[in-house]
T-cell receptor, first 115, second 111 residues
């Protein structure tokens, strides 16, 4: 059971370059999320998808786009990378079940540096 | 004001001691509460949910005070393996699965 798989694990970009972070989950969860984590800022929600075919902005969406390709996959795209986007990016998925021990399952993260 | 606030620490505690963290949240409509653990350079993982009546999982006890809008985590008989950052997490309402994370409290257990 792989859970949530993110690729790549590490990436260095030059300012202005574009890239897509990939995320896939095999737990049949409806909801998926992209967070970024910066020192002293905690995890901040970039975008989320409550179900296949829907996406919504989170707290810090500027400079990013997302695609919920199907139920399994949720990708994050940086169209024109900026040094302020240097961060650790986490993808997560969840499924709310009443009475269940609800929680997110996170991917292992992507460490992105923009120079 | 941040939605979820935690003392960042660090807390440096000798092995075997008891340590407690508190966390406050700003939205009184918050419905569900959790503690996550994050090891250095790893992803966060669910440690335990926090129930209104308080709950215990081995050496860990979580408490919720809705009137004062704070959550606590108590770790007894601390182990070296408890060294990590502990994230306080809040879920706003039943119709929304989004979680809001605190910035975390760093704990180091000293041999």
């Amino acid at each position: 059971n792989a859970g949530v798989t993110q690729t790549p694990k590490f990436q260095v970009l030059k300012t202005g370059q574009s890239m897509t972070l990939q995320c896939a989950q095999d737990m049949n969860h409806n909801s998926m999320y992209w967070y970024r984590q910066d020192p002293g800022m905690g995890l901040r929600l970039i975008y989320y998808s409550a179900s296949e075919g829907t996406t919504d902005k989170g707290e810090v969406p500027n400079g990013y786009n997302v695609s919920r390709l199907n139920k399994r996959e949720f990708s994050l795209r940086l169209e024109s990378a900026a040094p302020s986007q240097t961060s650790v990016y986490f993808c997560a998925s969840s499924e709310w079940r009443a009475g269940g021990n609800y929680g997110y399952t996170f991917g292992s993260g992507t460490r992105l540096t923009v120079v | 004001r941040k939605e979820v606030e935690q003392d960042p620490g660090p807390f440096n505690v000798p092995e075997g001691a008891t340590v407690a963290f508190n966390c406050t949240y700003s939205n009184s409509a918050s419905q569900s509460f959790f503690w996550y653990r994050q090891d250095c350079r790893k992803e966060p993982k669910l440690l335990m949910s926090v129930y209104s009546s308080g709950n215990e999982d081995g050496r860990f006890t979580a408490q919720l005070n809705r009137a004062s809008q704070y959550i606590s985590l108590l770790i007894r008989d601390s182990k070296l393996s408890d060294s990590a950052t502990y994230l306080c997490v809040v879920k706003l309402d039943f119709g929304n699965e989004k979680l809001t994370f605190g910035t975390g409290t760093r704990l180091t257990i000293i041999p």
